[in-house]
């Protein structure tokens, strides 16, 4: 959280090249640099951080003000600025376009996990009440976009799945085991995803139900994707707060299972990915014959339908959500603000954990 207020920062302008979204987004409040624009260079001037693109100056950002870096695809950091950063203990993330991370740089006093110890001591009951929260917001999240849907599209399915996942909500605070949580949480999945295809509705795409590994038709390929993505920005943000991504309270990890990605993304599901998905098909945007192709046995993204997808999910993590009277942020920073809560819940344990509910 920022504490200080500098007077010569100002928001930066769209810059709308290659996929058209923000070469960086800085924000006072979370104090994180994301460089997304391709072929920048991040490096060192006094006390700033300047971001470049060959002889242009997009941004710079003073150092005491900045918490961490987050570099997506192909762009640079001078040997100097990394230095300063390790100096300041900012770590520097990179990621893929996709934001899939590739790995860290980090001061060799945040390489040990102080936070893994509490993760650990986290009683059962702790665990229990956490995870009664995250599926409370999956399904409400699930639910609102539903409602909104449900203005255009008035369908009996709609409504059945309305009052089915409002009747689930209401018996979660009831639960005694996470046995009946994710039990729960699949019955709620299974009625939104049977009136998610009802949204659909002449867009030229059928969806029948929810089918994974493989994706077995265009729309679960896009779900899929979008979960992905989502995922691994998540576990990247995880590592960065040092948190051990394997402890969670929802989801049972295992040495190829980061639980506490899969706890954090299904209060995003819905807003975030599914969202993306209806626009893109409402919108006409994805070409079922041009943008998939089938193989092993399931339909995937090619490249076009990948560029299209990042496209608009770019497009829509960049945009800034109000979050309080005066405060706007961009949806990158929504992931990132969840992460922390954890964090704190971590620390706290008493105080619990508020899942992200849309407004």
């Given at each position: 959280?920022?504490?200080?207020?500098?007077?010569?920062?100002?928001?930066?302008?769209?810059?709308?090249?290659?996929?058209?979204?923000?070469?960086?987004?800085?924000?006072?409040?979370?104090?994180?640099?994301?460089?997304?624009?391709?072929?920048?260079?991040?490096?060192l001037?006094?006390?700033?951080?300047?971001?470049?693109?060959?002889?242009?100056?997009?941004?710079?950002?003073?150092?005491?003000?900045?918490?961490?870096?987050?570099?997506?695809?192909?762009?640079?950091?001078?040997?100097?600025?990394?230095?300063?950063c390790?100096?300041?203990?900012?770590?520097?993330?990179?990621?893929?376009?996709?934001?899939?991370?590739?790995?860290?740089?980090?001061?060799?006093?945040r390489?040990?996990?102080?936070?893994?110890?509490?993760?650990?001591?986290?009683?059962?009951?702790?665990?229990l009440?956490?995870?009664?929260?995250?599926?409370?917001?999956?399904?409400?999240?699930?639910?609102?976009?539903?409602?909104?849907?449900?203005?255009?599209?008035?369908?009996?399915?709609?409504?059945?799945?309305?009052?089915?996942?409002?009747?689930?909500?209401?018996?979660?605070?009831?639960?005694?085991?996470?046995?009946?949580?994710?039990?729960?949480?699949?019955?709620?999945?299974?009625?939104?995803?049977?009136?998610?295809?009802?949204?659909?509705?002449?867009?030229?795409?059928?969806?029948?139900?929810?089918?994974?590994?493989?994706?077995?038709?265009?729309?679960?390929?896009?779900?899929?994707?979008?979960?992905?993505?989502?995922?691994?920005?998540?576990?990247?943000?995880?590592?960065?707060?040092?948190?051990?991504?394997?402890?969670?309270?929802?989801h049972?990890?295992s040495?190829?299972?980061?639980?506490?990605?899969?706890?954090?993304?299904?209060?995003?599901?819905?807003?975030?990915?599914?969202?993306?998905?209806?626009?893109?098909?409402?919108?006409?945007?994805?070409?079922?014959?041009?943008d998939?192709?089938?193989?092993?046995?399931?339909?995937?993204?090619?490249?076009?339908?990948?560029?299209?997808?990042?496209?608009?999910?770019?497009?829509?993590?960049?945009?800034?959500?109000?979050v309080a009277?005066?405060?706007?942020?961009?949806?990158?920073?929504?992931?990132?603000?969840?992460?922390?809560?954890?964090?704190?819940?971590?620390?706290?344990?008493?105080?619990?954990?508020?899942?992200?509910?849309?407004?």
């Amino acid at each position: 959280m920022g504490d200080a207020h500098p007077t010569t920062l100002k928001a930066p302008r769209p810059l709308g090249e290659g996929l058209g979204v923000r070469a960086f987004h800085y924000t006072e409040i979370m104090r994180t640099l994301y460089v997304s624009q391709q072929g920048c260079y991040v490096g060192l001037r006094q006390e700033c951080l300047e971001v470049r693109r060959k002889d242009e100056v997009l941004a710079r950002v003073q150092l005491p003000l900045t918490e961490q870096i987050l570099i997506f695809g192909k762009s640079q950091v001078t040997t100097q600025a990394i230095r300063a950063c390790l100096w300041r203990d900012i770590p520097i993330v990179y990621l893929s376009r996709l934001g899939y991370c590739y790995g860290r740089i980090i001061a060799i006093e945040r390489g040990y996990r102080h936070l893994a110890r509490y993760q650990q001591e986290i009683s059962l009951v702790e665990r229990l009440l956490v995870a009664r929260a995250i599926v409370r917001g999956k399904l409400n999240n699930s639910r609102i976009i539903l409602l909104r849907q449900q203005r255009r599209y008035p369908a009996e399915a709609l409504s059945l799945a309305i009052q089915r996942l409002g009747y689930l909500i209401e018996q979660i605070p009831q639960t005694d085991t996470i046995e009946q949580l994710m039990g729960y949480e699949g019955a709620g999945a299974a009625s939104y995803f049977t009136a998610f295809g009802a949204c659909l509705q002449g867009t030229g795409f059928v969806f029948a139900g929810r089918s994974r590994r493989p994706p077995g038709n265009p729309v679960n390929a896009l779900l899929s994707f979008g979960y992905q993505v989502v995922w691994n920005h998540l576990l990247a943000l995880i590592e960065v707060q040092g948190l051990d991504p394997y402890q969670a309270c929802l989801h049972e990890g295992s040495a190829r299972h980061a639980a506490l990605a899969s706890d954090l993304i299904e209060e995003f599901r819905a807003p975030i990915v599914d969202s993306v998905v209806l626009w893109l098909l409402g919108s006409r945007v994805m070409d079922a014959d041009k943008d998939f192709e089938y193989r092993d046995g399931g339909c995937f993204l090619n490249e076009s339908g990948r560029r299209k997808y990042l496209t608009a999910f770019m497009q829509r993590m960049e945009e800034e959500v109000k979050v309080a009277e005066d405060e706007r942020q961009p949806r990158w920073d929504l992931l990132m603000q969840q992460v922390k809560k954890y964090r704190q819940f971590v620390y706290n344990p008493a105080y619990g954990y508020q899942p992200y509910q849309i407004r």
